[in-house]
């Protein structure tokens, strides 16, 4: 069962890896990244971040929605992770995922509207978001678990 879709630029860290994971009782973390596995350095990183008895599967954003669709994932507490928004729109779309954690995407020449103290949007993103919001699918802004969600419509 699908815990948790979120999006962050760091993917697995002390946030995602300790607090996240451990709130979510989560006992798979997958990573949905087409990036990720063309950069061996940052992929091999990841790996070594793994938390402890947890497992880590790492695919491109095709294997991920297939994987989810197929069922083979049901059988775990499954904490989703990608560090692209479109990639978590693919997902949400293509497997019927109807909410999204945007937690952290550091801000860029590109990515110049803050929605919050943690996550930056570029123009295209911010027209993205909207678009899923349009949807009906419900888009939050949320660092920690002990943190309140925010509705991103109230930061659009």
Known sequence: ?????????????????????????????????????????????????????????????????RVINSGVTDKYKLFIITEDNEYAFALMRGCGIKSCNLGSMMPTKERTHMLNEAFAASDDELASIRKMVDEGYELYLQKLPTTAKVDVREKL
């Open 1 to 65: 069962m699908i815990e948790l879709l979120r999006v962050d630029h760091r993917l697995i860290h002390g946030q995602t890896g300790v607090f996240w994971t451990a709130h979510l009782h989560a006992d798979c973390i997958l990573i949905c990244s087409d990036r990720l596995l063309q950069d061996p350095v940052r992929l091999s990183a990841v790996k070594l971040s793994k938390p402890m008895g947890v497992k880590l599967v790492i695919k491109n954003v095709a294997d991920s929605i």
